[in-house]
Nanobody, 125 residues
Framework: VQLQASGGGLVEPGGSLRLSCAVS?????????IGWFRQAPGKEREGISC????????YYSQSVKGRFSISKDSASNTVYLQMNSLNPDDTAVYYC??????????????????RGQGTQVTVSS
């Protein structure tokens, strides 16, 4: 399974960004959940959002709930993370990941079966 994240950049506080994750090289049940985690300097890794393979279940960590939205396009095998109301605490490298376990609240801290390279998000004025 290959995961390629893109869409990061520099944005001012209060701004928005949309991250994309292109997924390839998988078979039907190589994973059951796909989503995002982030890593900021000096902070623990944080799984922030996931979506089930069928798209019926989503999860958001408390730090992003109400501001971020995850979605998937099965036709293009792409997962998106719409990030609104960004603040400096959101500055981190964002990674796309997939896992053999279902999408639920354990996404926040679990080890993922597959992960891709990250994309840098910087929120600063």
């Amino acid at each position: 399974v290959q995961l390629q994240a893109s869409g990061g950049g520099l944005v001012e506080p209060g701004g928005s960004l949309r991250l994309s994750c292109a997924v390839s090289g998988f078979r039907g049940y190589d994973f059951y959940a796909i989503g995002w985690f982030r890593q900021a300097p000096g902070k623990e890794r944080e799984g922030i959002s996931c979506i089930s393979l069928g798209g019926h279940r989503t999860y958001y960590s408390q730090s992003v709930k109400g501001r971020f939205s995850i979605s998937k396009d099965s036709a293009s095998n792409t997962v998106y993370l719409q990030m609104n109301s960004l603040n400096p605490d959101d500055t981190a490298v964002y990674y796309c990941a997939a896992d053999n376990y279902h999408c639920d609240s354990t996404w926040t801290y679990r080890e993922y079966s597959h992960r891709g390279q990250g994309t840098q998000v910087t929120v600063s004025s």
